[in-house]
């Protein structure tokens, strides 16, 4: 659809203020996108995440998250690990240059010996915490044994201790990056992955320890802050939970920092306990906290830091965007946003059928700007050349007998038509009265001034009638116009308001499942939004395959037998990473199949064609072929045929039944203009679960059937589309086999052979004759062969379309489930 342009006007003192918010709109949105594309898409989020753990500590010596780190991000992001690696080793310098040695070291040894592993490994997911520990605990074994040259019980010790806590981190970590990473992913997370997303942004936390920020702790204030943020979005569960878990990281990293979990936790309880009173009650929370455990458990002398760093957390806490929040909020359970999304389903059905009723908005629209576009429009142009008929009338029954014709319109061109000019202006206004000025002016001019006075009430009649009759007609188009758009928008509105609820399919999502499971297949979920024959609508998320293809080789073939009808995959979004999902979509597959080829010429080889053809695909498996062919040649038969197709889609599409749809395509082309301006219209409309079509043919040529050495010809005789307001059409119906080819084509192509008598016969044996199948080599020899028998000169605009009629032969055959009962 084109756009349409509009202005408005706004008042004066208010003028500046809109450009001023789009301004700031357009800059934060720009600024988001920009650090979305630095940190998300290029992955240096990585690089600043491994500088952090690089340099984190675990008792104030243990060093187990490098690794760990590392190797998720190379198993789950592998074009990011370069980045993650030169962070770590940047963080580990920062503690000392052996440290930043051993980092590099370690990491290259699990490279080469995890990709040497790779050609035996079935499940690298599973493998990875192993390997990470078992290198992780040999290299800090040898490095103890190097650095003392005997190894001690608690050396054993510590380094059984960090090859446990590099496994338990690799897992986490697996289950976290994800989340930090990656833009589409699946929406909704367990309880256990909020646990891993906690626990590996307190360990990135940990990094931070040491750093102040005028002589406030920099760890303290990111901590609080991290437990207000969630206090505020889950309320007193998850807020508990996250400060224990970040306090407990911070207290094994800094024994110290053991009492920071006290404070954390209360924050917690107390923040959530107090979200209803939005972000002041969450910081009110906090401010308790503070005071409460500050004072019991250091003493009032460090009161003041402690209580200024909560300070300090609650700015940034307050700073936080409402946008951030409420998007971190869809992936937390118990939170409105996370039940938001879990009845997406609900809004998809409901967009169905909001979008069913849209498009018959789309049809009353198309209707309304058909006739707007007709309104004639008076300009000085065309005014101009009214009063040039008016006057050439009147002077052809008054100047052209006249002995002074010469002397007033060959020498005084100017003066006559400026006073006769006046003189019908004057009449006009004055009920065919002339001021006595001008009169005695005429007089002295003319010698039929009478007569002229007589001619010119009688033009006017005549020129006031049709100008009446002009305006009534675009006052009727433009209250038609006015009254489709009105239509329209009524329908569209309430498109908007519809609600629909989602069918209840748990017995069938129950026995699907239970049938994948039966058959060794995991499926995570599964969503049925249709089950009726023919019009099947199902979505499942389906664990990562790596590839294999199980949707479209398993479920897919396992869902037609217990469908009772071919199923096949419509859409699917493979995860990019391993323990992801894939999402997919099943649907019902058509019983045919339809190959099209077109082509065309426009006459004399112009680039503007008066015909004009059209594919379309109708849903509910159907398909369309169209051809109208305008009055003439040139744009303006180019602009009626392709009109009537832009209308016939729009109506088509909509759902409206064939008949009807040309009956009223023929009421709105006869009514919007009074030219003779008319299209033929070429309809087959093929069901593709059966292959039945249905042929309307409004003033066009007859169409072919070619089935093997067999022509059928199908024709029907209706007047062109536009020439009567009442009309019946008709309807030819035709089975379609397999195999079947049907050529359609514009009068250009079918009466357009030079010394042929009966075209019928002609196009037969020119069928016949051809040695393929493939639709658009059959349209360009037949375009071919007619431009050839006309010694290669195209005097009309030519159209052909080519159709073949295929079964659509699944790639897979169905599996039998001889366990599940048929849903019928």
């Known amino acids: 659809m084109e756009k349409t342009n509009a202005s408005f006007i706004a008042p004066v003192g208010k003028v500046s203020l809109h450009p001023s918010k789009s301004a700031l709109g357009s800059g934060l949105g720009k600024f988001h996108a920009l650090l979305e594309s630095l940190f998300i898409k290029k992955g240096y989020l990585l690089l600043f995440v491994g500088f952090l753990l690089g340099r984190a500590l675990i008792l104030a010596k243990l060093t187990p998250f490098c690794l760990p780190f590392f190797a998720s991000v190379y198993l789950i992001r592998r074009e990011r690990a370069p980045l993650a690696l030169i962070g770590l080793v940047v963080g580990a310098a920062t503690l000392s240059l052996a440290n930043a040695a051993f980092t590099f070291t370690i990491t290259i040894c699990f490279l080469v010996i995890f990709r040497i592993s790779q050609k035996w490994l079935t499940n690298e997911m599973r493998a990875l915490p192993f390997f990470v520990g078992m290198i992780l605990g040999i290299g800090k074994l040898g490095e103890a044994f190097i650095l003392s040259q005997q190894l001690v019980l608690y050396d054993l010790m510590m380094v059984g201790v960090q090859a446990s806590l590099a496994f338990i981190l690799t897992l986490i970590f697996l289950q976290s990056i994800p989340l930090l990473t990656l833009n589409k992913r699946r929406q909704l997370l367990k309880t256990e992955e909020i646990v891993c997303l906690i626990i590996m942004l307190a360990s990135i936390m940990t990094g931070t320890i040491g750093w102040q920020v005028y002589d406030l702790s920099l760890e303290h204030i990111m901590s609080r802050y991290l437990v207000l943020v969630f206090s505020f979005i889950a309320g007193a569960t998850v807020g508990s939970t996250v400060g224990v878990v970040t306090g407990l990281i911070f207290s094994l990293a800094s024994v110290s920092s053991f009492y920071h979990m006290s404070l954390l936790a209360f924050s917690g309880v107390l923040g959530g306990l107090m979200k209803e009173g939005k972000k002041i009650g969450v910081s009110i929370g906090l401010f308790i906290a503070t005071l409460l455990i500050g004072m019991y458990g250091e003493g009032g002398g460090s009161l003041l830091k402690t209580v200024l760093e909560s300070t300090a957390a609650v700015f940034l806490f307050l700073l936080t965007p409402q946008a951030l929040t409420s998007r971190l909020a869809k992936y937390i359970p118990g939170t409105p946003e996370y039940t938001a999304e879990q009845q997406k389903y609900m809004r998809k059905m409901r967009d169905v059928t909001a979008q069913r009723v849209s498009q018959f908005s789309g049809v009353f629209h198309a209707l309304s700007k058909s006739f707007s ?35 007033c319109w060959a020498k005084n061109f100017n003066t006559t038509y400026a006073y006769m000019e006046e003189i019908i202006h004057e009449m006009d206004q004055n009920d065919g009265a002339v001021s006595t000025k001008l009169s005695r002016d005429w007089e002295k001019l003319c010698t039929r ?223 919007r203009t009074t030219d003779e301006i008319f299209s033929t219209l070429d309809l087959a409309m093929i069901d593709l679960k059966n292959a039945s079509a249905k042929f309307l043919k409004i003033g066009s040529t007859p169409s072919f059937i070619k089935r093997g050495n067999k022509i059928i010809k199908i024709q029907a005789s209706n007047l062109p589309i536009g020439i009567l307001q009442e009309f019946e059409v008709d309807v030819v119906s035709e089975q379609l086999k397999a195999g079947d080819l049907l050529v359609m084509m514009s009068d250009g192509v079918f009466e357009g052979p030079n010394h042929v008598e009966n075209y019928d016969l002609w196009m037969k044996r020119k069928l016949l004759e051809l040695e393929t199948d493939d639709p658009q080599e059959i349209a360009d020899l037949i375009l071919e062969e007619v431009i050839r028998s006309k010694s290669d000169i195209i005097d009309d605009d030519m159209t052909v379309t080519v159709a073949k009629i295929k079964h659509n032969t699944p790639k897979w055959a169905s599996i039998p489930v001889h366990k599940v009962k048929r849903h019928a």
């Open 373 to 407: 576009q007709m309104e004639v429009i008076q300009d000085d142009t065309e005014s101009d050349r009214e009063m040039d008929y008016f006057m050439s009338n009147v002077t052809e029954k008054t100047c052209q007998t006249c002995f002074k014709k010469e002397q």
């Open 449 to 671: 001034s009478k007569k002229v006075y007589e001619t010119i009430g009688q033009q006017l009649t005549f020129f006031q009638a049709n100008q009446k009759l002009k305006k009534q007609v675009q006052e009727s188009r433009k209250l038609v116009a006015d009254q489709l758009l009105g239509v329209s928008e009524v329908m569209d509105s309430f498109a908007k308001e519809i609600q629909r609820e989602r069918e209840n399919h748990h017995k069938q999502e129950e026995q699907i499942i239970e049938a994948m499971q039966g058959f060794g297949i995991h499926i995570e979920q599964v969503e049925i939004y249709s089950l009726d024959p023919g019009n099947v609508d199902i979505e499942m998320s389906v664990p990562f395959c790596n590839g294999h293809g199980e949707c479209e080789k398993l479920i897919a073939p396992m869902l037609s037998d217990i469908l009772e009808e071919t199923i096949v995959v419509n859409k699917e979004e493979c995860a990019t990473f391993p323990n992801g999902f894939c999402h997919v979509t099943f649907r019902s597959s058509k019983a045919f199949i339809v190959e099209t080829g077109a082509a065309h010429a426009a006459k004399d080889g112009g680039l503007v064609s008066g015909d004009s053809y059209s594919t379309i695909e109708l849903g509910l498996g159907k398909y369309a072929i169209a051809i109208s062919d305008g009055m003439g040649n040139g744009e303006r038969a180019h602009y009626e045929s392709n009109e009537t197709l832009k209308l016939l889609q729009k109506i088509l599409q909509s759902g409206i039944e064939e008949r009807t749809a040309i009956k009223s395509i023929n009421s709105i082309l006869s009514l």
